[in-house]
């Protein structure tokens, strides 16, 4: 029989004065109750400073008589929930990197996936949480890899902690407060350029796919560009008209290439991503475009290009890095580190330039 909300918040307090601490998700399952409604008669009853709340667990307030809170929540049935596009390509190493901290502190993940659909993200984090999950890693579908103006409000409005991964909101924003840890993408990017200046190229071109990736891929292209005093290239088309389908892409990008090299305009490109660099590349190349000897190569992503025919060099961020170290600021928040951050953390982490044939460059036994 489902009880009333007064009987809940009776029980609940009746628990608590007892046991002294208890974890939220442990005292919605054996309340049989959600772990969001649980969530809400703990706040309400915190408020009246009835109980405290402490890292995912309710504890007796301070100066109650009984035995003291544990100040820090048992790992043992802690649930990170872990909300992302897919599970696929980029994000199947921040998953493991993820999953392996949290797993390494004897706590659980679980997955929930968007697929990039509308009010997916929402949904999969509500369904996380109802099922118990103390906390949240979540990579939202923001198409720039940021929320626009409206946009993610209901991230910020979180009662559980909650770290961004590979997202970041701009200043003002109400979710810009919040943890975050991201692949410094615009890093990668000038690290590309200064490789290919360091190799004498002036003049290189930046072909991007629209992506969360691409807006932080073109601040550091432009950013490098300039801080070298490097020739300016041509944008490529597709940063004023986004391509309506793969074909479309593949085909306006060659032509980009093709005609900055015949034209003398253009000797080097980065590329992002490896994939698109393995279908271009032999396109160029039956246009008479030598790789690297006329256009020299670098790709995004790191995912496959050392995979390809002509090994390729590319920027690769680290993704197994980025899962890890949210899964673990996420727990110290959760109480289960002894020496938890006390302020939020921006962390951007710095990808790694792998050399290979494509840049004309290649590293000795890469």
Do not use: N
């Not at 002294?20 to 054996?30: I, K, P």
């Not at 994000?91 to 993820?98: I, P």
């Not at 490098?224 to 986004?242: E, F, I």
């Not at 928040?333 to 982490?349: F, K, N, Q, Y």
Request: proline share 7%; net charge negative; glycine share 10%.
């Amino acid at each position: 029989m489902r009880l009333h909300v007064d009987q809940r918040h009776e029980r609940v307090l009746q628990l608590v004065h007892e046991r002294g601490s208890l974890r939220v998700a442990e005292l919605a399952e054996e309340l049989g109750m959600s772990a969001v409604t649980l969530r809400r008669d703990v706040e309400t009853l915190a408020a009246q400073g009835l109980v405290e709340r402490l890292h995912g667990a309710v504890v007796r307030p301070s100066g109650t008589p009984g035995p003291a809170p544990a100040a820090v929540p048992s790992v043992e049935g802690l649930v990170v929930g872990m909300v992302v596009p897919t599970t696929e390509y980029y994000y199947a190493d921040v998953v493991r990197g993820a999953r392996e901290a949290v797993e390494a502190a004897g706590a659980r993940l679980t997955i929930g996936l968007s697929r990039y659909l509308p009010d997916e993200d929402e949904a999969q984090a509500r369904r996380l949480l109802s099922t118990g999950a103390d906390g949240l890693l979540l990579t939202p579908s923001w198409e720039r890899g940021h929320p626009e103006p409206g946009e993610g409000l209901w991230v910020a409005g979180q009662e559980t902690p909650v770290v961004l991964v590979e997202r970041w909101a701009p200043l003002g924003h109400p979710v810009a407060g919040l943890d975050r840890v991201r692949s410094d993408h615009a890093h990668g990017a000038a690290e590309a350029v200064a490789h290919l200046a360091g190799l004498g190229h002036r003049s290189i071109a930046l072909a991007v796919q629209e992506s969360p990736t691409a807006p932080r891929l073109r601040a550091g292209y432009a950013a490098a560009v300039a801080a070298l005093g490097l020739s300016p290239v041509a944008a490529s088309p597709l940063q004023d008209v986004p391509s309506r389908s793969e074909t479309d892409r593949f085909e306006r990008t060659l032509e980009y290439l093709s005609e900055g090299v015949a034209g003398g305009d253009v000797t080097a490109a980065i590329v992002h991503s490896d994939a698109d660099a393995i279908v271009l590349i032999p396109r160029l190349q039956a246009r008479g475009v030598r790789v690297p000897e006329d256009l020299a190569v670098i790709a995004y992503d790191d995912e496959v290009a050392s995979l390809a025919d002509l090994p390729l060099t590319a920027v690769a961020p680290d993704k197994h890095a980025v899962g890890a170290a949210a899964a673990r600021l996420l727990l110290s928040r959760l109480g289960v580190s002894d020496e938890g951050p006390t302020a939020r953390r921006h962390l951007d982490i710095l990808p790694t330039l792998r050399v290979r044939v494509s840049c004309g460059a290649a590293a000795a036994g890469a």
